[in-house]
């Protein structure tokens, strides 16, 4: 037998993270609703900015401008904000720095995929910390840490959950534990929240020498396409993960849009509107016709069925794409993004004759 190149163990061990679905096998019109995307799409300047980036493709790429931007808005020290491709690559980072073989990386039951993958491909072990009622519990996840705990992910709010831990809730979870494990507040869709117990977590940051806060322009920005996130840390975190990122890993047209995106407030907040008017329209149309839908603070609203596997199929053969959440552990929900009025308008109606 020929011999091959063999990866580390755990990696074999990893299932491949499969985003939602674009198409169908139906012949009527395509409503995507599987991948959390804004239904407003991104800030008209930010496109103008991306297309404007098209005589620079020569041009190496960097990312201060965006650190400045970035800063200038949330009020931040822009040499502490480190950038990736998505959020999703700075998560792997933080584990390729911080976590290693026989190291634990622990998570709440139905946290954000990416933990449990990224943690195996550095040969640690992720650790799942059990949830009451589809949300994050604070204190199961500090019975879970133990000596070889090195990171603790908690996504807020949460996906595909759509529930949050509250301020108070931080200030707990940060408390009970030791200062040699990372705290990651991953804040993908922290723009869609208003609620006033609610914190999106940099304010820690500054506090404490263990908390990193990530976010990403995937979500409220519209940027999915380009992969673009950003995360905020102390000042030694950020050195160590500027140390092991590629020297060039955000694209220039990325940038280019990220900022224009970032700094057009006026845009994010009517992204932010829209979602405000139809998230409880989506949830109270789905209660009243009987479903049981988890309550929601991001874009999205997860849902119950009885038998999720038939709606599906019924939604699919009507060109609506959901997104089925199995692979997280609840094969009888749904999530469903939330749309454009008429997409979300006709999600119900097509869930009338079927439910």
């Known amino acids: 037998m020929t011999n091959v190149p063999t990866p580390k163990p ?3 061990d990893i299932t491949p993270y499969k985003g939602g679905l674009s198409k169908t096998k139906s012949n009527k019109p395509t409503i995507k609703l599987s991948s959390n995307e804004t239904p407003l799409g991104p800030s008209p300047k930010a496109i103008e900015a991306f297309k404007a980036n098209a005589d620079r493709l020569y041009r190496y790429p960097g990312s201060y401008d965006l650190h400045e931007a970035i800063a200038s808005v949330y ?3 822009p040499t502490r904000i480190v950038c990736g491709a998505g959020s999703d690559e700075l ?5 390729l720095a911080y976590a290693g073989a026989g190291d634990d990386v622990l998570y ?12 195996m491909a550095v040969g640690a072990r992720p650790i799942t910390a059990p949830e009451k009622d589809l949300r994050t519990d604070v204190d199961a996840l500090l019975a879970s840490v133990t000596l070889d705990t090195k990171i603790v992910f908690i996504a807020n709010p949460n996906n595909p959950t759509g529930s949050y831990i509250t301020r108070q809730e931080i200030i707990t979870l940060r408390e009970g534990l030791p200062d040699h494990i990372l705290l990651v507040l991953d804040g993908a869709y922290t723009e869609y929240v208003g609620n006033d117990d609610y914190s999106d977590g940099i304010e820690f940051v500054d506090q404490h020498p263990n908390i990193v806060v990530t976010r990403t322009f995937s979500k409220i920005y519209g940027l ?5 996130g950003w995360c905020y840390c102390p000042e030694a975190i950020a050195d160590i993960l500027n140390r092991v990122r590629g020297p060039f890993n955000v694209c220039g047209a990325g940038i280019e849009a990220a900022k224009a995106a970032v700094l057009d407030t006026e845009f994010t907040a009517q992204a932010k509107a829209h979602n405000d008017t139809w998230l409880p329209w989506m949830s109270k149309q789905l209660t009243d016709l009987g479903i049981h839908v988890y309550p929601s603070v991001g874009n999205f609203i997860l849902a119950q069925f009885d038998d999720a596997t038939k709606v599906n199929e019924h939604l699919m053969n009507e060109g609506i794409i959901a997104r089925p959440v199995a692979n997280y552990g609840l094969p009888d929900c749904i999530r469903f993004t939330i749309g454009q009025e008429e997409e979300n308008k006709a999600v119900i109606e097509t869930l009338r004759g079927v439910v």
Request: net charge neutral.
């Open 10 to 12: 755990s990696i074999m």
């Open 75 to 77: 009020n931040l020290d």
């Open 91 to 95: 998560i792997s980072l933080i584990c």
């Open 108 to 119: 709440s039951q139905y946290g954000f995929l990416m933990y449990p993958i990224s943690s």
């Open 224 to 228: 999915a396409n380009l992969r673009v």
